[in-house]
Nanobody
Framework: VQLQASGGGLVQPGGSLRLSCAAS????????IGWFRQAPGKEREWVSC????????YYADSVKGRFTMSRDNAKNTVYLQMNSLKPEDTAVYYC??????????????????WGQGTQVTVSS
């Protein structure tokens, strides 16, 4: 399972960015893909995930209503559309395949292949 996150950048508060998570070597249909982020001095936290089987999406309370996950089957890529960005969204964002339990939002990455992530900086 190889996933590569990209699309980060510098944006002003209230702005938008779209992150991409490109999969290689496997199809996304059978995997739940999650987005995570890690701010300086903080632990990595779960942001959202999308179930490969039926496209159901789940979001952390901190991003609900502002972030949206989607998928392009032809490109085998998952996206994270981030709107109304806040300075506290500043972090390195990663994608990975995850185990996810909807009843309690238990999330666990299926591997330690995080890659380099993509930096998102929200600042005026």
């Amino acid at each position: 399972v190889q996933l590569q996150a990209s699309g980060g950048g510098l944006v002003q508060p209230g702005g938008s960015l779209r992150l991409s998570c490109a999969a290689s070597g496997f199809t996304l249909d059978y995997y739940t893909i999650g987005w995570f982020r890690q701010a300086p001095g903080k632990e990595r936290e779960w942001v959202s995930c999308r179930r490969g089987s039926d496209g159901t999406t789940y979001y952390a309370d901190s991003v609900k209503g502002r972030f949206t996950m989607s998928r392009d089957n032809a490109k085998n890529t998952v996206y994270l559309q981030m709107n109304s960005l806040k300075p506290e969204d500043t972090a390195v964002y990663y994608c990975n395949s995850v185990w996810f339990r909807a009843s309690n939002y238990y999330t666990r990455p299926t591997n330690d292949n995080w890659g380099q992530g993509t930096q998102v900086t929200v600042s005026s």
